[in-house]
Structures are given as C-alpha cells and as structure tokens.
C-alpha cells in the first residue's frame, strides 16, 4: 500500500501555555516526479489539520518515536510498502501505536496507516483479494458512523480518494467499521474512544490522484483497467478532505478537558 512546527496559543487563562504538538509519522513518500512541485504526505496532512503545531518523524530513517505526553496526537501517512513485510521500523512503530491507543490518545492512520494499526491492535492487514483500488470512489456510512465524533456529520455518502492492494482484511477486537465501498468493506474504523484508521486518502486532492493514476496506468493497462477513465472519474473530495479537520478540531477539544484524577 500505499517542519517541525512549533507556536503558541493563549488560553482563557492569564498566562500562556504552550502547546503539545500534532505528530505525524512519515511512512512513506509521494511519486518522486510530484514531490518538488506539490510536496509531500506530511505537507498536505498538516495543511488539512489546519492552524496547529505539528512535528514530524520518520521512523524509516531510525528516528526515535516521542515518549508517553510529548505529543498530543499522532497521524501516521500512507506508503508504498506493505504491512505484511513486516519492516522493523514498522513493527517498530505498531508497537508505539497499540501503547499510545492503550493510553488514549488520538491516533489517525491513514491508508498504510489505517492497515498498521489494525494490525497493531489486533486485527490483520493483508493482501486485497480483489487486487488494486484506485480514483475516486464512493463511500458509504455505517449505522455506527453516525454516533461517531468524526463522521456523524459527513453525508450519508461522499466521494473519496484511494491507491492500495492491501487491506484491514480482519478488524481489531471490539472495532466499529465507518465507512465501505463496493470494493472495499472496512475504509474506515474506530477503536475505542480516539483511534480511527482510513483507508482513503483525505489529503489527496484531484492533482495527487490523477498523478497516482498515471503513475499506475500501464500496469493498470495490463490489469484490464482505464486508466483514461479513472482519471476522467476524479472529483473534488471535500466530504472527505474536512475529516483532518475534524481530527484536529477533535484533538483540541480533547485537550481541553480537565484531567479526571
């Protein structure tokens, strides 16, 4: 499958506080070619996030994921390895998020993400067995999306961006599934109280997708696919764009809940 930030804020308090940063763990890199003229996953993450201190880290290149309280979130990006490979700094990473999720802070996979931690938490990434899904497609709530804080919400159904071949085949225990497609039965879940994986992509927008699928279009030739067509078929996604919005909007609230002791 598919900079560090800091400021500070004002609260309704006399003095000011600084605030923790949103992480994001880089998994993975956008089509080379695009990078220089469009930027990469962590730049289109933090600009969907909107207005909030970010850090980023990439644990490919051996840096250390941060300790228990550094950070008040975590969004980990998409990539173009595979779960099933069973990287070190993968597994390395799983094991991260099962400890961050356990002690309840929000965590927001996405598309490799979203695979990673189904997998850390218990449940199974593995390959597709319908093979790739790519474009732009159409998503479809679950009855247990419309209690949750992310997706209550969004539309009943609403376009969005995709490029994977592995899936959440299997979700963690006690997981409520949010969204399907045709293709696709588990695009989106929660567990518990703040961990959310997506298989989509919410930080694509219609130039990013259309460079995927030309990126893609002679092995999607070869597959019996259009890549013409798929290209033809991208929309704007602004249903599913607005969820790292509501991420990070979700994060802020949160933290501004007193400590129960």
Not at 205 to 232: C, F, H, K, N, S
Not at 250 to 256: G, I
């Amino acid at each position: 499958c598919w900079c560090v930030v800091y400021c500070r804020i004002t609260s309704t308090y006399p003095e000011k506080t600084t605030v923790q940063p949103l992480l994001i763990v880089k998994l993975g890199d956008f089509i080379p070619d695009l990078v220089t003229h469009r930027g990469d996953f962590e730049s289109w993450i933090s600009a969907g996030l909107g207005d909030v201190p970010v850090r980023v880290i990439d644990p490919r290149r051996g840096e250390a994921l941060p300790q228990p309280g550094e950070v008040a979130a975590a969004v980990v990006t998409g990539s173009h390895s595979m779960v099933t490979d069973r990287e070190v700094w993968s597994e390395t990473t799983a094991r991260w998020l099962a400890g961050r999720v356990a002690e309840g802070m929000p965590v927001l996979g996405i598309c490799y993400g979203h695979q990673l931690l189904a997998h850390a938490l218990g449940g199974e990434a593995a390959w597709h067995p319908g093979g790739i899904e790519i474009g732009t497609v159409t998503l479809r709530k679950s009855d247990a999306a419309q209690r949750d804080p992310l997706f209550a919400d969004l539309p009943e159904c609403f376009p969005a961006h995709v490029v994977h071949r592995q899936t959440a085949r299997r979700l963690p225990p006690g997981a409520e599934c949010l969204a399907s497609s045709e293709f696709e039965p588990h695009h989106a879940f929660r567990v518990g109280d703040a961990a959310w994986g997506v298989q989509f992509h919410p930080e694509f927008d219609t130039v990013a997708m259309r460079g995927y699928i030309d990126q893609l279009a002679d092995p999607l030739r070869e597959g019996g696919a259009d890549p013409e067509r798929l290209a033809a078929a991208v929309t704007e996604t602004e249903a599913a764009t607005s969820l790292l919005r509501r991420f990070a909007r979700f994060v802020a609230e949160r933290s501004m809940q007193p400590a129960i002791i």
